[in-house]
């Protein structure tokens, strides 16, 4: 078998994307070797990859929205890689393109290659950008075109996996269902006291905690009104990640809630030091997804891993994985968050945690490329 997995997504670890297929890239090279050929994105002066790759230059043509916006660009500049991306596998002999960007998929599909497409949304469902009607239209068919044109489909979901095959994008034999993973070598459990004693933590307070390395979409003011419902004074949450503005804007809200110092902002970290303050934690928090069917959020996997409650909003996607290791909560409904954060503190909850340590053991990034492998074989055997 031979694989190209032609990635979009720059591999700087800013990202959920990045980390995903930075760390899925690691272990495909690892288990493929010379079957597995791999194009990246090039920035500059950036260190290379720790893995054999192509990369290619991406022409910066989104920054033209800096002067004038204009969600046209992004396509435009993914189309052109694309089609770099092309020459470089038609100069070999590939068998199977392995591709997690929509963009890339469709052009792919559209000049007639082979490809296994991993699905993280339908791009027209995409919430970061405001669509003119032509382009909403583009979209559409470009989503039509991959999802019935690939030889095969990952989802990350068994939910959205069945929302795949209800619509007769694809038999049921070429969809398959490969979830996000953690860094085992990174999130792991450790002494807690230990722990928030190196991170200058309060020892004896009550430590609730999120991390993600953007906080667009995900519900954090959801989460500010919950813990101030919530009134345990002794109480401290943590929020790990985001960028500049956003902090700023969550700083402003945490006041406006007179939550004090009662929250700390602690800002983007290196994975070791996240894995670090969840595991100081008494509890940890998902208060929404940026998707529904398609959710499978790293950070699931890596609150799984730190062995500590998860209070989660209640979505079939993260049941999947979670089952009854979580407390649920409805979407935005802050009154019952706050008394989950309440729950998940007890000694009881502690249950909850050995639970989702024991599950996660099936989902490193090593069983994720063995399950890739495993698929695009599949898929060039049909």
């Known amino acids: 078998m ?24 690691r272990e495909l090279s690892k288990r493929l070797g010379e079957r597995l050929q791999i194009i990246v994105p090039r920035f500059g002066a950036e260190a290379p990859p720790p893995f054999p790759a192509t990369r290619l230059a991406r022409i910066p043509v989104n920054k033209l929205s800096r002067i004038r916006p204009n969600a046209w660009y992004s396509y435009i500049e993914r189309s052109l890689y694309a089609r770099r991306a092309i020459a470089k596998i038609r100069a070999g002999a590939a068998a199977l393109i392995y591709t997690r960007d929509s963009v890339c998929a469709y052009r792919f599909i559209q000049a007639g290659l082979p490809v296994l497409y991993e699905v993280h949304d339908l791009e027209s469902r995409h919430p970061g950008q405001t669509k003119s009607a032509r382009l909403q239209a583009w979209v559409r068919r470009a989503d039509e075109t991959i999802l019935r044109g ?48 190196a991170l200058h933590l309060q020892v004896d307070a009550p430590l609730v905690a999120y991390a993600g390395l953007t906080f667009k979409y995900r519900g954090l003011d959801v989460l500010l009104r919950a813990f101030q419902a919530w009134n345990e004074t002794r109480a401290q949450l943590l929020l790990i990640g985001g960028r500049a503005f956003e902090i ?95 729950r998940a503190i007890q000694p009881a909850a502690q249950t909850l945690g050995v639970r989702a340590r024991e599950r996660v053991q099936e989902f490193t990034y090593a069983k994720r490329a063995e399950k890739i492998a495993r698929a695009a074989e599949s898929v060039l055997n049909a």
């Open 150 to 197: 690939a030889r095969g489909i990952v989802s990350l979901t068994e939910t959205f996996r069945q929302e795949i095959i209800a619509n007769d994008w694809q038999p049921a034999e070429r969809v398959f269902v490969i979830p996000d993973a953690y860094d085992d070598a990174v999130y792991f459990p450790r002494d807690q006291i230990l722990t928030r004693r």
């Open 2 to 25: 031979k694989l190209v997995y032609v990635a979009y997504s720059a591999l700087d670890l800013q990202s959920a994307n990045s980390l995903q297929t930075f760390n899925t890239l």
């Open 248 to 342: 700023q804007e969550l700083q402003t809200l945490a006041r406006a809630l007179e939550l004090g110092d009662r929250v700390q902002l602690i800002g983007r970290q290196a994975p070791a030091v996240i894995a670090a303050y969840l595991a100081a934690a008494d509890a940890l928090v998902i208060p929404d997804t940026v998707t529904d069917a398609t959710a499978s959020p790293l950070k699931m996997f890596e609150y799984m891993a730190m062995r500590r409650p998860i209070v989660c909003v209640d979505r079939a996607a993260l049941r999947e994985i979670l089952d009854d290791a979580a407390l649920y909560f409805p979407r935005g409904n802050v009154a019952d968050l706050a008394a989950q954060l309440a």
